[in-house]
């Protein structure tokens, strides 16, 4: 699905995912900020509301909310080059990879030479994603609101990001790696971690972290197919010196 009307002239597709959404007003409030930024595709895990009763709340948006889709959580994964997830709890710290966040402004940027499938994945009015789901994302975005009070509605945080994407103009550059060779990367390095004696605790860790650095560096398919390459050439040394 080619996005219209909207900042991504190379993005080939871009949807807004919610997870167990609860109130009717808030669905039918996300359904119209979409119509006003061009967007078509409304991804629904595991709702809670009944779509009819958002019909009042969405104004021209209702065409968004007769075709929104009902997706399970792993197939949506599945489904996007990238999936962006949202928090209200982010961190500073480099030790904590999970909610290491990216701002708007800082997602906007990361997003200006994008080109493929991008998901925006809101969680839960009152809890947001669980720490297993954002392991599952490739990036992460918080938006700080300067004061102890962090939890924005999620029809203002799904404005607010749209409105800092949509002020990047984004141009097509190379063909970004799919997520299947981002997945097959990351098991290579996890193999070559193991093999090297690496601390299993700290696989988890090794784990997120690649999938978040494959995020952020947006690799090609050539890029990622040296880099595995390379990964397969010295795992085989190892087994060979092994034997």
């Known amino acids: 699905m080619e ?23 808030n669905v039918g409030l996300i359904a119209r900020v979409m119509k006003n930024f061009g967007l078509e595709e409304l991804l629904l895990i595991n709702p809670k509301v009944d779509l009819s009763k958002a019909r009042k709340f969405a104004s021209h948006g ?17 489904s996007f080059d990238i999936v962006v997830g949202t928090t209200a709890i982010a961190t500073k710290r480099p030790s904590k990879v999970l909610r290491k966040a990216l701002t708007p402004e800082g997602l906007a940027e990361n997003l200006k030479e994008f080109s493929g499938n991008l998901c925006l994945l809101f969680g839960r009015e009152s809890t947001g994603l669980k720490n297993e789901e954002l392991k599952k994302c490739d990036l992460v975005v918080s938006i700080d609101t300067g004061t102890e009070y962090r939890t924005l509605n999620i029809s203002h945080s799904v404005a607010m990001l749209l409105y800092e994407i949509s002020k990047q ?36 860790l090794l784990r997120e972290a690649m999938r978040k650095l ?30």
């Open 3 to 25: 996005v219209k009307n909207f900042g991504f002239s190379a993005v080939k597709r871009l949807s807004i995912a919610l997870v167990e959404p609860v109130y009717e007003v």
């Open 62 to 78: 209702v065409d968004i909310l007769e075709k929104a889709k009902t997706i399970g959580f792993d197939e949506l994964i599945k």
């Open 169 to 204: 103009k984004i141009e097509a550059h190379e063909e970004m790696a799919s997520r299947e060779d981002k997945d097959r990367t990351i098991k290579y390095s996890i193999r070559l971690a193991r093999m090297c004696g690496f601390q299993e605790h700290k696989v988890p």
């Open 214 to 243: 494959l995020g952020k560096g947006k690799p090609t398919p050539r890029e990622l197919y040296l880099l595995m390459g390379l990964l397969r050439k010295a795992i085989l040394a190892l087994q060979r010196k092994r034997v």
